[in-house]
């Protein structure tokens, strides 16, 4: 069981390209956003669907491959785990992320045009 503990995976669209930084070790990193959508029906019957965004971070191959083959619009998967992290912002005050740290990316559809 110990490999289920703190799993994501998820499918949805990218929001923008994601931005990648090049660090001088060599490390790229892509941070990104992307939606989910589920649908249900509400108490009149009636199909909603409701958004969800998520702060996503994928490094290395992954982060190439983002750059490389996705843009904004594009439909991918991804599997790895949530990360909690925090900073003091401009005026001192402490801000918490919380991200899906990528481990594997599956591209879904075509490129985005």
């Known amino acids: 069981m110990s490999g289920i503990r ?5 499918i949805g669209r990218l929001a923008a390209k994601p931005e990648l930084t090049q660090f001088e070790s060599g490390k ?3 941070s990104f956003r992307m939606a989910t959508n589920e ?9 909603v669907e409701e958004t969800t965004w998520h702060n996503v ?7 190439s491959i ?3 083959y996705t843009d904004k619009g594009s439909e991918i998967g991804i599997v790895g785990k949530l990360t909690n ?6 005026d001192g005050n402490k801000r918490y992320v919380t991200e ?3 481990d594997e990316i599956l591209l879904l ?5």
């Open 6 to 10: 703190n799993r994501v995976q998820l």
């Open 28 to 30: 790229k990193k892509a």
């Open 39 to 47: 649908y249900y029906k509400n108490a009149n019957g009636e199909k």
């Open 57 to 63: 971070v994928a490094w290395d191959k992954a982060a």
């Open 66 to 68: 983002l750059e490389k």
């Open 85 to 90: 992290r925090s900073y003091d912002d401009k």
């Open 100 to 102: 899906v740290l990528a």
């Open 109 to 113: 559809g075509e490129k985005a045009t």
